[in-house]
C-alpha cells in the first residue's frame, strides 16, 4: 500500500474535494432522472424501435448534441489533451479537419441512410446491410465486427472514466475510507499486485452508473444524457479557456516561452525508500542535492527498497524557474534519495535539446526520429477524421433517428459551430498546460482533470473544480452509454431477433436487451482492470478498423446501384484484414506499419473501396428488384396541359 | 455512379428517387469542399510549419498563434464553418424521409425472402 507521506496519485484535492462529491452526485442523479423519463416512454411504443432508436423522432438539439457528443469521446478530454501537452501546437494540424468534419460526417450519408432505414424499418447498421443486400450472413459479419471494436475501444473508455473520477474525488474522506476497504479486499485477493484500489472503486462506480441508466432507458436516455453532456463540455471549456490564458500571461507570451522551450529527457534512475515497506508512487518528484539540482519525476512506480526505475529529467530553464521561484507547485518526495543517474537522454526529435519542437511541426517525440506527425502523416490525419468519421457504425445510427431533412440541415451547421468551440480552443489550453504543468509526460492522459483542478485553485475556486472535470466525464459518458446500446441492439435485434427467434414476444426482447446490456458491461469492466497504457491510440485503433470496414459497403450500398452481395461482403472483409494486418505487422496500437508512410486506415478504406468495385464488377448485376426499391419510384402521373 | 435506368432493365413507370439523386449531387459538393480544405490546410502547414530550425526570439505569431496554425488552420476552419453553415441553409434540400414500416413485419421481412418468398 502506498505511505501517505509520500505525493499520491489522485492529487491535490483536499480543498474541493466536498464540493467535487456534490457535483458528482447531483450530475449522476440528474443522469438517472433522464433515465426514469426515457424508461416511462418505452412503455408506450414499439420496444424495439423505441429502445435502440428513439422512434426516429429526434428534433434539432437532440441530433445535433447526441451526435457531437458521441463523436467527441474519451479520447477528445483525455487522449486528445495529453497529446497536445506532449507534441504541442502541431496537434491544431493533427486535429485540422475537424474543421470539416460535421458537413462530411453527417451531410455524405445522413439523408440516405435514414431513408433507406425508414424504408426496410433498420434499426441497427447491420439491419440495413441485411435488407440492401439481401444476406442475413452479411448482417452477422458487421455485427461480429461492431461488437469486437466495440468492445475493445470500451475497453479504454472505461479506463478513462475511472481516471477522472479518481481525480474527481480526489482526497475526499469518503473516497478515501471506501478506497481502503477495497484495499484491504484486494490483499486478500489475486488482484493485488496488479490493481491500484483507487482505479478499482472508480471503475466500478462509474461502470454501475452508465451500465444502469443505460439499460433503464434505452436510446432516449443516451440521447436526452448526451444533451446534457454536450452542453456540460462545451460550457467546461469555454470557462478553462480564458482562466488558462490569463494565467499564463497571455497568448503571446505562452507561445513565445513554447518556442524557447525544451522537451525533457528520458532518464532513468537508482533510488533508495527509507522505509524498506514502502513503494514509491509513480509521478514523484524528486530532486538530486547537486547545486542547481537536478530535477527528476518517476515515470513508474518504484518498489520498496534500492530500485533502478523509469523518470523523466526536466531541463529546460524556464520549468525549472518556474518550479524553483514556486510559481509551480511541486512538493518533493523527503525520504526518497537518488543514488546514481544511470542514463538521461534527450527526446529523439528534436534532438540535442534543440528548442521550437512545441510550437511547430512534427512536434517533439521520445523516441521517433522523424518527430510526432512528419508531413506523410499529416495527410493520413486529415484524411482519418472526416473520412473515416464519416464510416462510424454509432454515428451511422444517429442519422437514423431524425425525424426531418431540417432537422439534419439544422443539425450540420449546429456541430460545426459547437465543435469549433471544443477542439481549437483545447489545443490553446492545453497549450498552456505546459507551462502551468511540468513533467506531466509521466501520466499524460490525466491532464484534463489535473489542469481543470490547478486553474480553479490558482484562482480560489476550487468549487469549481468538479464541474470542469464534468466536461470530460460528461464525454466519456456518452460514449460508453452509444457503444453499449450499439452492442446490445446488434445482439438482440441482429443475431437474436433477426437470426434465430423473428417472432419473438416483446417481454423477451425487453429481457434479452437488458441482460445483454449488463453483460456487456459487466465484461468490458473486468478486462479494464488492465487497461492498454495509451487511450488516444487505442480510439484511433478502434476509430480507423471501424472505418476501413463500414465506409465503403454502406456508402457504395447506398449510392451505388451496381454494388453486389459479394462486394459488399468482400469489401467489408478485405477492409478488416488490411488494417488489422498493419496493426499485427508493426510494434502494438501506437506504431503500425505505415508502408509508403500512410496510415492503416487510408491503405485499409482504399483496399476496402477497390475490392468493392472490382468483385462487384466481377458477379452478377443485383437483382432488378432490389435496385428498384432503393434507386427508384413511381414517376409523378402529369395532368394534362389545360386549354 | 449513376446508371441510366435503361441500362438496368427498369421499370419504365419508375423515375430515380428525387432523394437519391439531391443526395448524391450534394455529396459531390460535400466532397469538394473536403479536398478545398485538405489543400488549402496542408499547403499551408507542411510550407510554413515544418521549418528547419527556429529562432525562439522571432517567431512569428498572428494574436498569440503560430503564424502558421493561425494562417493554416484557425482561418481555414472559419471560412469552412461559414460555408457550411451557408451550404446547410441554402443549398441542402428537404425531401420526404417516408415512413417506417411495423417493427416485427420489418424483422421478418428478409427472412422471408431468404425461404423463398417474393418480398424485397
Known amino acids: 500500500m502506498f505511505d501517505s507521506s509520500l505525493p499520491q496519485l489522485p492529487t491535490m484535492f483536499a480543498a474541493a474535494g466536498s464540493s467535487a462529491l456534490i457535483t458528482f452526485c447531483v450530475y449522476t442523479l440528474a443522469v438517472f432522472g433522464l433515465a426514469a ?20 423522432s429526434l428534433g434539432v438539439w437532440a441530433l445535433a448534441l447526441t451526435f457531437a457528443a458521441t463523436s467527441a469521446s474519451g479520447g477528445s478530454f483525455t487522449g486528445f489533451p495529453s497529446k497536445i501537452y506532449s507534441h504541442g501546437w ?15 460526417t453527417m451531410g455524405l450519408l445522413g439523408k440516405r441512410i435514414n431513408q433507406v432505414s425508414r424504408k426496410t424499418g433498420a434499426i441497427t447498421v447491420p439491419d440495413i446491410f441485411r435488407d440492401r443486400f439481401q444476406s442475413p450472413s452479411f448482417s452477422v459479419l458487421a455485427t461480429s465486427l461492431i461488437v469486437f471494436f466495440t468492445c475493445v475501444n470500451l475497453v479504454g473508455q472505461f479506463k478513462a472514466g475511472s481516471m477522472i473520477l479518481q481525480t474527481l474525488l480526489g482526497e475526499n474522506d469518503v473516497y478515501i475510507s471506501a478506497r481502503s476497504i477495497v484495499g484491504s479486499f484486494l490483499q486478500a485477493s489475486w488482484l493485488q499486485s496488479t490493481v491500484d484500489p483507487g482505479y478499482l472503486l472508480c471503475l466500478v462506480t462509474f461502470g454501475v452508473a452508465v451500465i444502469i441508466y443505460t439499460t433503464w432507458g434505452g436510446f432516449h436516455a443516451v440521447v436526452w444524457t448526451d444533451v446534457m453532456q454536450g452542453v456540460v463540455m462545451v460550457f467546461g471549456v469555454i470557462i478553462m479557456l480564458p482562466l488558462a490564458i490569463s494565467q499564463v500571461g497571455g497568448m503571446q507570451n505562452a507561445t513565445e ?17 527509507e522505509s524498506a515497506e514502502v513503494k514509491v508512487p509513480l509521478g514523484t518528484w524528486l530532486r538530486t542535492d547537486d547545486v542547481p539540482a537536478r530535477v527528476f519525476r518517476l515515470a513508474a512506480a518504484g518498489q520498496p527498497g534500492t530500485t533502478v526505475v ?26 526518497v534519495a537518488i543514488h546514481a543517474i544511470m542514463e538521461s537522454k534527450s527526446a529523439a526529435f528534436p534532438s540535442n535539446d534543440r528548442p521550437g519542437g512545441y510550437v511547430t511541426a512534427p512536434g517533439p517525440h521520445a523516441e521517433l526520429e522523424n518527430g510526432f506527425l512528419p508531413m506523410s502523416l499529416a495527410f493520413s490525419m486529415f484524411f482519418y477524421w472526416a473520412i473515416s468519421g464519416t464510416g462510424q457504425p454509432s454515428s451511422m445510427v444517429r442519422l437514423m433517428a431524425f425525424h426531418s431533412t431540417r432537422t439534419l440541415r439544422i443539425s450540420i451547421a449546429t456541430v460545426a459551430v459547437y465543435f469549433s468551440c471544443i477542439y481549437f480552443p483545447l489545443v490553446i489550453i492545453f497549450c498552456c498546460a505546459r507551462l502551468l504543468l511540468p513533467g506531466m509526460e509521466v501520466e499524460s492522459d490525466r491532464i484534463m482533470p489535473q489542469m481543470a483542478v490547478t486553474l480553479t485553485e490558482n484562482i480560489g475556486a476550487g468549487w469549481l473544480a468538479g464541474l470542469l472535470v464534468a466536461a470530460p466525464f460528461a464525454a466519456v459518458m456518452s460514449t460508453v452509454d452509444s457503444f453499449l446500446l450499439m452492442i446490445s441492439s446488434s445482439v438482440v435485434r441482429d443475431l437474436y431477433q433477426r437470426n434465430i427467434n423473428p417472432s419473438a414476444s416483446r417481454k423477451t426482447l425487453e429481457r434479452m436487451s437488458y441482460i445483454c446490456t449488463i453483460v456487456v458491461g459487466s465484461g468490458v469492466v473486468f478486462a479494464a482492470l488492465n487497461p492498454p497504457k495509451y487511450l488516444q491510440d487505442l480510439i484511433v485503433y478502434v476509430g480507423s478498423g471501424l472505418a476501413a470496414c463500414f465506409l465503403a459497403p454502406m456508402s457504395l450500398g447506398l449510392y451505388w446501384k451496381r454494388m453486389t452481395t459479394a462486394g459488399a461482403i468482400s469489401s467489408m472483409l478485405v477492409g478488416f484484414l488490411c488494417h488489422l494486418s498493419l496493426y499485427i505487422a508493426g510494434e502494438g496500437f501506437d506504431k503500425p506499419w505505415r508502408p509508403f508512410a ?31 426499391k432503393y434507386f427508384y419510384t413511381k414517376r409523378k402521373k402529369t395532368s394534362a396541359p389545360s386549354a | 455512379m449513376n446508371i441510366p435506368a435503361a441500362a438496368l432493365d427498369v421499370d419504365p413507370d419508375l423515375e430515380p428517387d428525387p432523394l437519391f439523386v439531391a443526395s448524391l449531387r450534394e455529396a459531390r459538393w460535400i466532397l469538394l469542399m473536403w479536398l478545398s480544405c485538405f489543400v488549402w490546410a496542408l499547403t499551408v502547414c507542411l510550407n510554413f510549419g515544418y521549418p528547419d530550425t527556429v529562432d525562439p526570439l522571432n517567431f512569428p505569431t498572428v494574436f498569440g498563434i503560430p503564424a502558421w496554425v493561425a494562417w493554416g488552420i484557425a482561418f481555414p476552419w472559419l471560412i469552412a464553418n461559414v460555408v457550411t453553415i451557408w451550404f446547410c441553409l441554402f443549398v441542402m434540400e428537404d425531401a420526404d424521409l417516408g415512413e417506417t414500416p411495423d417493427e416485427l413485419a420489418a424483422a421478418n421481412s428478409v427472412t422471408e425472402a431468404a425461404e423463398g418468398g417474393s418480398r424485397v
Request: glycine residues 6%; proline residues 6%.
Open chain 1, 598 to 628: 500512410l496510415d492503416p486506415v487510408v491503405i485499409g478504406i482504399g483496399s476496402s473501396f477497390v475490392a468493392a468495385f472490382v468483385i462487384s464488377f466481377l458477379t452478377p448485376p443485383p437483382p432488378k428488384e432490389l435496385v428498384e
Open chain 1, 37 to 56: 423519463l426515457s424508461s416511462r416512454l418505452l412503455k408506450s411504443r414499439d420496444f424495439l424501435n423505441e429502445y435502440f432508436l428513439g422512434s426516429r
Open chain 1, 90 to 104: 502541431v496537434l491544431a494540424l493533427w486535429i485540422g479537419s475537424y474543421m470539416i468534419f460535421p458537413i462530411c
Open chain 1, 310 to 335: 523509469d523518470a523523466i529529467e526536466i531541463v529546460d530553464a524556464g520549468d525549472l524557474q518556474r518550479i524553483q521561484s514556486g510559481k509551480v507547485k511541486v512538493e518533493f518526495a523527503q525520504d
Open chain 1, 257 to 273: 516561452e513554447m518556442a524557447s522551450m525544451v522537451a525533457p529527457h528520458s532518464a532513468k534512475i537508482e533510488i533508495e525508500v
